[in-house]
């Protein structure tokens, strides 16, 4: 579906220009056409259209998104499917994402950074509340309008917990710079997974960078299951130890240190901007205080504090002896699972480049370079023939090394109909083209009687003429007619003849006086141009005042 279609779905939305799209689907800016509201319209692209999996998870998004009903949840309105287009219908939103915020302005302002955060935790404990794990947050999946609303999108691969825990064997999903150590290892997630995730997004916003980063997924998720990030005012002294305490509980690695629902961290947050104490008590890298006293599973432990120093001192040393000796097992327990997985889990993942806006030939020679094979669509588009608008996966997310990277590469902007534009005045004429896709060009005047001055009545390209999208149409208006018919003046009075040459937008100018025989004494004589002629207005009709006719001979005396 190309930018500019007309196409009505459902027989109420219609589809207007591309407004963004991801991996999966393309957004567009639509109509409902019923209730008469701007919509957005979320279409599953094409090559996925017939691929089971890809539907699935396309639906199963429009259902979750569905059921709840959340000022910083995006709203879903409706879905279906048209003649093999599957498609969701979503509230319109102007505003950028999150991740295009921190691209352009950098780390935030910490008050600012927390509000979203806790925008973003209400959201997830409305989901969390009906049951849904969202497991692929980050700054991408949320919104900023100008309003300073926060809207969290993109339910794509969430869950719906049951009694039972929720669990993804066949693969790890999510985004490496931010899903949990529980979904690095492959392992159950939960609400708290989502928490964490949120804790790296805030560490973001405030640092500017995730808390790990680096050459592959594996490498990422291995950071994310065995080190500590450093501490967010290490990186920006305007983070306070607060913040700080917030941030850190919610990426501790074992879920049962961090919060234990998205509402808790949501009033940290609040407390953090208020001044106030937190809840939060976290177990900050390097903290003495803290200690390893309950196993669990895979290298995660419950961390509690060190006795006191008045204790025993045999009971320090028995602390001691099993804080080693969970340690040890712990990192041969680390070690043993990421050699079976990188023996087991095939070809090393790697961040997709991102390659949209180079040619054909430079995005190639780059996806080569980092290791994928590139297959080509070549489509219409409002980009210049031969320039990729398109890739997929989408850039920066994660692939397996010499696994296929589709480029959908311009052939051009479809041809479009030229509107007539016969009759209408230059900025509908310059509406409806936009609309078409396509621009005004020159525009020159023209005396006509065709149309009203002021109005087209010539366009090139002509009417119904196909031409690509973005060129010009010029246009030829009606010109206002400038030309007045001289009256005729002579032997009228003088004011009587002034009325008349300036009710014609012309002027007069008394040129001096001469005798008439035909008009009396102070009327016109004479004028110049003669009634009838075309003249500019604005020009002077010069004329003669009357001096009357020549006086008679006196009579001559009789001969004597």
Known sequence: ???????????????????????????????????????????????????GQFVERFRREAQASAGLNHPNIVSVFDTGSENGIHYIVMEFLEGRTLKQVIAEEGRLHPDRASEIAE??????????????VHR??????????????????????ARVTTGEALTQTATVLGTASYFS?????????????????????????????????????????????????????????????????????????????????????????????????????????GDPTQMVTRPVTQG??????????????????????????????????TAAFFLVRELTSGPPMVAVPNVVTLTQEEATQELE???????????????????????????????????????????????????????????????????AGLRLGAVVEEQTDEVQPGRIFSQDPAPDEEIKQGRAVDVTVAAEDTTRIVPNVVCKDLEDAKDLIEAQDLKMKVQGSELSLSCAEGTVARQDPEAGEEIEAGKRVRVWESDGPPESPSPESPSP
């Open 1 to 51: 579906m190309a930018n500019g279609s007309k196409r009505v779905l459902a027989g109420r939305y219609q589809i207007e220009g591309a407004v963004g799209e991801g991996g999966m689907a393309k957004v567009f800016r639509g109509t409902d056409t019923v209730l008469g509201r701007t919509v957005a319209v979320k279409v599953l692209a094409p090559q996925f259209a017939r691929d």
């Open 369 to 435: 370079q980092a290791g994928f094979r590139v297959e080509v669509t070549q489509q219409p588009d409002a980009a210049d023939e031969g320039i990729v608008f398109r890739q997929s996966p989408e850039a920066d997310t994660q692939a397996e090394e010499g696994s296929d990277v589709r480029l959908f590469v311009s052939t051009g902007p479809e041809p479009v109909v030229v509107p007539n534009l016969f009759g209408k005045t230059v900025d509908d004429a310059r509406a409806e083209l936009a609309q």
């Open 136 to 157: 692929d947050v980050k700054p991408g999946n949320i919104m900023l309008t100008p309003q300073g609303e926060v809207k969290v999108m993109d339910f794509g691969i």
């Open 181 to 285: 150590p529980e979904q690095a290892k492959g392992e159950a997630v939960d609400a708290r997974s989502d928490i964490y995730a949120v804790g790296c997004v805030l560490y973001e916003m405030l640092t500017g960078r995730p808390p790990f980063s680096g050459d592959s997924a594996v490498g990422v998720a291995y950071k994310h299951v065995r080190e500590d990030a450093p501490l967010p005012s290490s990186l920006n002294p305007d983070v306070s130890r607060t913040m700080d305490a917030v941030i850190m509980k919610a990426l501790s690695k074992n879920p049962a240190n961090r919060y234990q629902s998205a509402s808790d961290m949501a009033q940290d947050l609040a407390r953090v901007r208020q001044g106030m104490p937190v809840a939060a008590t976290p177990v900050l890298p």
């Open 300 to 333: 995660t432990a419950v961390m509690d504090a060190l006795p006191e120093e008045d204790e025993e001192p045999g009971g320090s040393r028995t602390w001691l002896v099993v804080l080693v000796t969970v340690l040890v097992v712990a990192l041969l327990g």
């Open 119 to 132: 925008g973003v935790a209400k959201a997830l404990g409305a989901a969390h509340a009906q049951g849904l």
